[in-house]
């Protein structure tokens, strides 16, 4: 018997020692799209489309045509999404390099402040507390931000607008240079819809977690669930994007191997 690391891995899949978690949302119509001011540009919801179902258009095949944005439901932020990633050599989806899109993950749990206030924010002093209890974050993990946000199925709890703009949790503007530079990080994962907070067009600068992380050449991923499945340390995430050839991001069926 092969003892090569592979090989043991391949046989703790096969007796159920390591399992496979989903940390995708389902993609159809119904699901949540970003809402920007109506003045910017918008992206197109989930759509669907047959072309054939064992019948006269294709008597033995079922098949679908498809058509959504790039950051529609599960997905994957790349640098190249904003202005300041912009000029990293291999910072888009076809370009990355393929070992990032395995990594490690540090899960922050958050749900019982976030269930009383939906504009929570994690702050590098509640990391801090975290990183005492679990150690400190390593470089190249993800960090995951665990609100139970995803438990919102309704779309409109779940984008949670208001007047003023959606409330929803996310990273301080504080946290996101920590964790970037202080931590160096591979990404930032968020159960929202996107990876900044509701407010974070009004932050110092807007949308931190998108022009910081990207700014120094780290990922996003968005509208996470099931996070609650996972341990605070020791899960590896698997979330490579479509290679869509310069591509900002993409839908991204994120998958959690943990140790049972
Ligand atoms: C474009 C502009 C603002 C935001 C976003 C996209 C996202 O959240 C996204 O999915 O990348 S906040
Ligand atoms: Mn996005």
């Known amino acids: 018997m092969e003892d090569n690391v592979l090989a043991r891995f391949a046989q703790a899949l096969a007796s159920g020692s390591i399992r496979v978690i989903d940390l995708s949302q389902p993609l159809n119509a119904a ?33 679908n045509n498809f058509s959504c944005g790039e950051h529609t439901g599960t997905h994957f932020d790349a640098p190249v999404h904003w202005v300041s990633g912009k000029d990293y050599p291999r910072n888009a989806t076809d370009s990355i390099p393929v070992e ?26 509640r990391v801090e507390e975290w990183e005492r209890q679990h150690g400190r974050i390593p470089a ?7 609100t139970d946000w995803s438990k ?6 779940f984008l ?8 929803v949790p996310g990273p301080h503007p504080d946290l996101v240079p920590f964790l970037a ?14 990876t900044d907070a509701g407010q974070a067009f009004r932050f ?14 780290k990922f996003g991923l968005a509208s996470l669930t099931n996070l609650d499945k996972l341990p605070p340390t020791g899960a590896i995430l698997i979330t490579p994007p479509l290679k869509i050839v310069n591509g900002s991001g993409s839908p991204c069926r994120v998958l959690a191997l943990i140790s049972a």
């Open 31 to 63: 699901t949540a799209v970003i809402q920007l001011p109506p003045e910017l540009g918008k992206s197109w919801p989930f759509h669907i489309e047959e072309i054939s179902h064992y019948d006269s258009r294709g008597p033995a095949w079922y098949w």
């Open 100 to 125: 990032k899109f395995v990594a490690p993950a540090c899960v922050i749990d958050v749900s019982r402040e976030v269930a009383a206030d939906p504009d929570f924010l994690l702050t590098p002093k």
């Open 140 to 146: 190249g993990s993800w960090v995951l931000m665990r």
């Open 152 to 157: 919102r199925t309704d779309a409109a709890a």
């Open 160 to 167: 949670n607008m208001k007047e003023d703009g959606s409330h």
């Open 181 to 194: 530079k202080e931590r160096n990080v591979i990404g930032w994962g968020s159960e929202g819809v996107g």
């Open 204 to 217: 110092e600068p807007p949308f931190p977690c998108h022009s910081i992380m990207h700014g120094s050449n």
